[in-house]
T-cell receptor
Framework: GAVVSQHPSWVICKSGTSVKIECRSL??????MFWYRQFPKQSLMLMAT?????????EQGVEKDKFLINHASLTLSTLTVTSAHPEDSSFYIC????????????FGPGTRLTVL | QKEVEQNSGPLSVPEGAIASLNCTYS??????FFWYRQYSGKSPELIMF????GDKEDGRFTAQLNKASQYVSLLIRDSQPSDSATYLC??????????FGTGTRLKVLA
């Protein structure tokens, strides 16, 4: 299957700082990537859909000025959590569409963010 | 509102048995259906997808789709303790529009 990487795998930061998470498709080009957030023992929550070369589409209730998404190339999308606060602590997961016919979605390994 | 529903479980089965995981969806226009496995603390991993009515087999896994009943299932034969995880059903209901169920937690007892 297609491989999606994320960096860093975990990060600890102080409240008020910004954190950037990278998502890369390693062996395919991804015109569309997704960003999810998952709190412990809860289901995946879609935050936004990232399209190469255009602005991201955010889900209702997700602050676009707080969660900045940049899909600068066909293999890289970044999520920046600006002015992070403890309530932003979560597991952030990206995914990319790799399938040609049926649009299979492949997930990165996730980034665990802890804001102190 | 388009929905995908799964029983949250836990579903407990003995080692070697068949585990049956079920999912229903509300959008009749849905085109493709996916099963993911998620271990605790890890990201989801694609197990298989199905797009036409009937069964699709891949090793110990069989996906079953019934579009008339808006029902998709995953069977795991010869269940192993390593299969213990949360299984997510996802439905593609439009161009790059995916809806995930909340997942069924499976426990395979040794």
């Amino acid at each position: 299957g297609a491989v999606v990487s994320q960096h860093p795998s975990w990060v600890i930061c102080k409240s008020g700082t910004s954190v950037k998470i990278e998502c890369r498709s390693l062996d395919f080009q991804a015109t569309t990537m997704f960003w999810y957030r998952q709190f412990p023992k809860q289901s995946l929550m879609l935050m936004a859909t990232s399209n190469e070369g255009s602005k991201a589409t955010y889900e209702q209730g997700v602050e676009k000025d707080k969660f900045l998404i940049n899909h600068a190339s066909l293999t890289l999308s970044t999520l920046t959590v600006t002015s992070a606060h403890p309530e932003d602590s979560s597991f952030y997961i990206c995914s990319a569409i790799a399938g040609v016919a049926y649009n299979e979605q492949f997930f990165g390994p996730g980034t665990r963010l802890t804001v102190l | 509102q388009k929905e995908v529903e799964q029983n949250s479980g836990p579903l407990s089965v003995p080692e070697g048995a068949i585990a049956s995981l079920n999912c229903t969806y509300s959008d009749r226009g849905s085109q493709s259906f996916f099963w993911y496995r998620q271990y605790s603390g890890k990201s989801p991993e694609l197990i298989m997808f199905i797009y036409s009515n009937g069964d699709k087999e891949d090793g110990r896994f069989t996906a079953q789709l019934n579009k008339a009943s808006q029902y998709v299932s995953l069977l795991i034969r010869d269940s192993q303790p390593s299969d213990s995880a949360t299984y997510l059903c996802a439905v593609n209901s439009g161009t790059y529009k995916y809806i995930f169920g909340t997942g069924t937690r499976l426990k395979v007892l040794a």
